[in-house]
């Protein structure tokens, strides 16, 4: 026998399943941004041309977002407009700071980030970029905790 308030409790979990994924996709869809708009190049065209360099850091790019944005979700807490709130500030603020950490780490590392997106050949390089990404991601993640 199920309990009386289960299916009202089912209904409001999924409504905040909904939230939560729109609010993230939006996140993951700031992050991308940011990560192409702080990328030497056009990292997206790079991507759509194919480029196997552009698509290993994009996709690496994603993935940290994603660390980031889970992190966010899963500390959020409190009531509905706190979680949402949290989530979306916290989730900003990581994106951030994982933009400016693997730009700053590129520099130091002394990589040409822009020949290495434009290269038609998969290069080391752009795994170590990945890996920058990934790394960072998930030190940003957290440090949200």
Same mark, same amino acid.
């Given at each position: 026998m199920l309990a009386?308030?289960?299916?009202?409790?089912v209904g409001v979990n999924i &409504? +905040?399943?909904?939230v939560y994924a729109v609010i993230g996709a939006?996140?993951?869809?700031v992050g991308y941004f940011a990560i192409d708009l702080t990328?030497? &190049?056009? +990292?997206r065209g790079l991507v759509r041309e194919g480029r196997p360099?552009?698509? %290993? %850091?994009?996709?690496a790019g994603l993935v940290s977002m994603a660390f980031i944005v889970i992190t966010a979700i899963y500390i959020s807490g409190g009531g509905f407009l706190a979680g949402i709130l949290n989530t979306s500030i916290y989730g900003l %603020? &990581?994106?951030i700071a994982q933009v400016l950490a693997v730009r700053g780490l590129?520099?130091?590392?002394?990589?040409d980030v822009d020949a290495c997106l434009h290269d038609d050949r +998969?290069?080391?390089?752009?795994? %170590?970029?990945?890996?920058m990404h990934v790394a960072l991601g998930l030190v940003v993640a957290v440090a949200i905790i």
């Open positions: 009386p308030d289960f299916w009202p409790t &409504g +905040l399943i909904a939006v996140l993951m869809y990328t030497p &190049g056009d +990292l360099n552009a698509v %290993v %850091v994009a996709a %603020v &990581g994106i590129e520099a130091v590392s002394r990589l +998969l290069t080391a390089d752009s795994f %170590v970029i990945a890996a």
